[in-house]
């Protein structure tokens, strides 16, 4: 493996990373006269709790800072005021239902009635982050549950980012998301654990080469995409295996896994478009299951060098709110804007050269 050592230690980078940057360029939409308000991102956080306001803030911002254009939070009502206080750049809604949001009077509801609140927007949007803030109330996780499935029958599927809560609902129900590659799970060392012996990996098999272990489950789980977060991340869709090792900082704040949630979501709703052929891709398009692999790369690299940024100005003092602060340049240093030439315009720049070919003759 090459690397750039001529470059500062944060900008060297092995050859495979920088060609996974120039895979992660490829996604990014470019900004174009003729796209309306809400064609390039329209992303989704469902969480947020009376405990806990910053995280899916901290997610739906990163989104928003990265560049989707409409950034929602689906929280429950005992939060909506605070998340909407932080920001007005956000939709908040207050639909997500807890234990003590349901009157005893009345009859419970069904899980289907639960979800649909959240069911309603689904046409609307194109990702769906699920977890920050969202704890573990049992009204709450039906609800999440039936959003989960419903969101995996809708034509076409809803990518999803799922964390911290939502994990220990994966946890608990592995099928929820087994055999749907739209998924990106992001589990700490202690997460992963967990999720692999439910999915009946054994202690022997947790130890070892972390990179198969990571593709390994993701096969086991029928290609999702799971980011395995610790001092170096390792990515893997089950098929292809890729390791993110930028260079962060050394104070870890509660709430920066939220930027990488964030970042994921915007990423996942520009894959969309990438498929949807939204603009000209110009060369032969990546498959389903690289760009998977190539967003949670994007992402991971990402919330790095938010840290990294944020670190060197911060120090110990160093809050989420300073990655928040770093996303755009972030991803500017390390992706960047793509030179974007349409069809037409690179069909008549031929035709132009082939004219000055011929008056040259």
Request: with cysteine.
């Amino acid at each position: 493996m090459s690397t750039d050592t001529n470059l500062p230690p944060h900008l060297a980078m092995s050859s495979s990373s920088r060609a996974m940057l120039m895979k992660c360029r490829k996604l990014v939409p470019p900004l174009l006269e003729k796209f309306h308000k809400g064609q390039l991102g329209r992303v989704a956080v469902i969480g947020g709790s009376a405990d806990y306001t910053g995280a899916p803030y901290f997610s739906a911002m990163a989104s928003a800072r990265l560049g989707c254009d409409l950034s929602y939070v689906f929280c429950e009502p005992s939060a909506a005021p605070t998340i909407k206080s932080y920001s007005p750049n956000l939709m908040v809604s207050p639909i997500l239902r807890s234990t003590s949001s349901i009157s005893k009077t009345d009859p419970e509801p069904s899980d289907e009635e639960l979800a649909q609140p959240i069911l309603d927007y689904l046409p609307r949007l194109h990702v769906l982050v699920i977890g920050p803030g969202l704890g573990r109330d049992p009204v709450t996780q039906r609800q999440v549950k039936a959003v989960i499935q419903a969101a995996r029958k809708q034509d076409p599927p809803v990518p999803m980012v799922l964390d911290a809560d939502a994990l220990w609902l994966v946890q608990t129900e592995p099928d929820l998301i087994k055999g749907y590659p739209e998924v990106i799970l992001t589990p700490n060392v202690i997460e992963f654990g967990r999720l692999a012996k439910s999915c009946g990996l054994k202690d022997e098999d947790l130890k070892g080469d972390k990179s198969k272990q990571c593709q390994e489950l993701a096969k086991i789980l029928g290609g999702v995409c799971i980011i395995q977060k610790g001092p170096v991340d390792y990515i893997s869709q089950g098929q292809d295996t890729t390791i993110s090792d930028f260079k962060g900082g050394l104070k870890r704040a509660g709430g920066q896994g939220d930027t990488l949630t964030g970042s994921l979501g915007t990423f996942l709703g520009w894959r969309q478009l990438y498929h949807e052929g939204l603009w000209d891709l110009g060369d032969e398009p990546m498959s389903r299951a690289e760009t998977l692999l190539v967003v949670a790369f994007a992402g991971s690299a990402i919330t790095r060098e938010c840290s990294r940024r944020a670190f060197a100005k911060r120090a110990r003092s160093l809050q989420a709110s300073d990655l928040t602060d770093e996303v755009h340049e972030s991803f500017l240093h390390l992706i960047g804007e793509p030179e974007y030439v349409s069809h037409e315009e690179s069909k008549a720049h031929g035709e132009v050269n082939e004219h000055k070919a011929h008056a040259n003759m």
